[in-house]
């Protein structure tokens, strides 16, 4: 089946046709013929289609075409005299596959606000910022594939369901096949012998560990799926499901991170401009004007190596009021990142060696016994998109940075087991896939970056 992308883009007049899709809008003419107007997704534009009324069934089809229904179309290119389009369809033959009630189509001609198309997910995808949204999604999520498979990375697919809590922070979701209700009843201490894993198991806040595996036997590899954060937050950048893009890197150091996190940065940024070139400069001009200029500057500078403690002494030094107090060995907010980023550096920037306290424990340790060789890519408008560390390559120091944040080593047997058998230098970092999406398009909700979004007291659709 042809799409409309392809016809407005290829077909020449005089060439038959079919072409299926959704029907944005109708207009009758006094002299006997309609015009539709049919999207069906592939691109921004939509296709007209001229029906005059010797069409076979016309009297009867024309009245179901209504805004929402989808329509099987065959017909001839024909030149278009219309401004803005270069062909148009003459239809020979119409047929109506689905009607749609115009009275209670959710999806009017006219703007909706985005909290409205979040209650109707399932339609929201047929609105021009949602289907451009998709595109742009789906651009990037091959030019990441493309990226890891040109350079050599091998694709590893990681498991969602873990008995490992790679972040050490608690905000997991259990998995169970226990009676819940029984539990809450009895009031008893919980046996997971009788579990279905026969131990604590939960959705998986990250691929990393399971990555470090294959990285330190194969090479570079790399893991991209859902990541799952029980975290109470209802901030424009959190959600509860999200997808991350995890390489991992054997006999790398924090220098090689770096670079490799640049390097793939600027690769996807410019896929998307090339491929999605309709699509962005929509988002340019209906959502943030200053989309397509921040995407061209990050690609035209080196970004900026700085250590967390210069960090921190540049922002208590700027003369600024801040909501969050600046103190170092604190994690730095949105608007500490957006500073360095846009008013200070005024290009991306790349922090390092932070204080080991606020860091897993899986991070490399320096010598000053303070920090660890941790890294966080922070760009204008998103402030941190990549967070990511040269690993803990040593058996010793490794179990007594488990130990430090209350983690039992037994218990990560076989992640240790690495630094026993062939330990080398490795280093990986995570993208949030939804955070690079919010970077590509301007949306200002990052709920708005994926489908079907899971936050707190909500799991539609």
Known sequence: ??????????????????????????????????????????????????????????????????????????????ESPGKGQRIELQATHLEVLGISDPESFPLQKKKHSFEYLREIAHLRPRSNTFGAIARVRNAASAAIHNFFQENGFLNIQTPIITTSDCEGAGEMFHVTTLDLA??????????????????????????????????????????????????NSNT???????????????????????????????????????????????????????????????LDHEFKRVSYTDAIEILTSAKKKWEYPVEWGHDLQSEHERYLTEEHFKKPIILHDYPRSIKPFYMRC?????????????????????????????????????????????????????RKYGTVPHSGFGLGFERLIQLLTGMQNIRDCIPFPRTPKNAEF
């Open 1 to 78: 089946m042809l799409r409309i992308k392809s016809i407005l883009e290829n077909k020449q007049p005089g060439e038959s046709l079919e072409i299926c899709g959704w029907v944005r809008t109708r207009r009758d003419s006094k002299h006997g013929f309609s015009f539709i107007e049919l999207n069906d997704g592939s691109c921004m534009k939509n296709l007209q289609i001229v029906v005059d009324n010797d069409v076979p069934g016309y009297e009867e089809s024309i009245k179901l075409v209504t805004t929402g229904a989808s329509v099987k179309i065959t017909g001839t290119v024909k």
């Open 182 to 231: 029984r539990l809450a009843q009895a009031k008893t201490e919980i046996d997971y012998s009788q579990d279905f894993f026969g131990k604590p198991a939960s959705l998986t806040v990250s691929g990393q560990l399971e990555a470090e595996i294959f990285a330190t036997s194969l090479g570079p590899c790399y893991t991209f799926g859902p990541t799952f954060r029980a975290e």
């Open 236 to 298: 424009t950048r959190h959600l509860a499901e999200f997808w991350m893009v995890e390489p991992e890197v054997p006999f790398a150091d924090l220098d090689d991170n770096m670079r490799l996190a640049e390097d793939f940065i600027k690769y996807v940024i410019s896929h998307v401009l090339k491929s999605c070139q309709e699509d962005m400069e929509f988002f340019n001009l209906r959502i943030d004007k200053t989309v397509l200029e921040t995407l061209h500057h990050i």
């Open 366 to 418: 320096n010598e000053d016994g303070k920090t660890v060789r941790a890294m966080d890519v922070l760009v204008p408008r998103i402030g941190e998109i990549i967070g990511g560390s040269q690993r803990e390559e040593r058996l010793d120091t490794l179990e007594g940075r488990m130990k430090e944040c209350n983690l039992d080593p037994q218990e990560y047997w076989w992640y240790t087991d690495l």
